[in-house]
């Protein structure tokens, strides 16, 4: 986590420095945990249905676990972004700019992106 965490000074010109703690977002599939989760609690069902007690607890916080990634934890819309270097219309060697998409990117590098990239296949 420490890798992950940044420092931004957040003073005012006038101001004592204040600095904030940004940390990085890490995106997971929601419907796949709780199918895990599902997995999970069904297992220690069976346990419980079997005659152990002491698992009671644990139930319980898969219930708990599976109601909050399903209902309160935010959620994103996140799309995999293709980058120049896998995009079919990077041609750096046969174009200046490295695009040969009319609306793309003046300029471009391997690892840039823009909204119009589509994956080469590599065949």
Known sequence: ??????????????????????TAMRLIDADEALRLFGEEYEETKELIHNGETQLDSLAEGFTEAYHIIKYVVPTVDAV?????????????????????????????KADDFCSCGERRNHD
Do not use: I
Request: charged letters at 25%; glycine letters at 8%.
């Open 1 to 22: 986590m420490a890798d992950q965490m940044q420092l931004y000074d957040t003073s005012a010109p006038t101001g004592a420095p204040r600095w904030t703690e940004v």
């Open 80 to 108: 995999e972004v293709v980058r120049c270097n896998d995009c079919k219309h990077y041609k750096p060697d046969e174009y200046e700019c490295g695009c040969d998409f009319a609306g793309g990117l003046p300029y471009v």
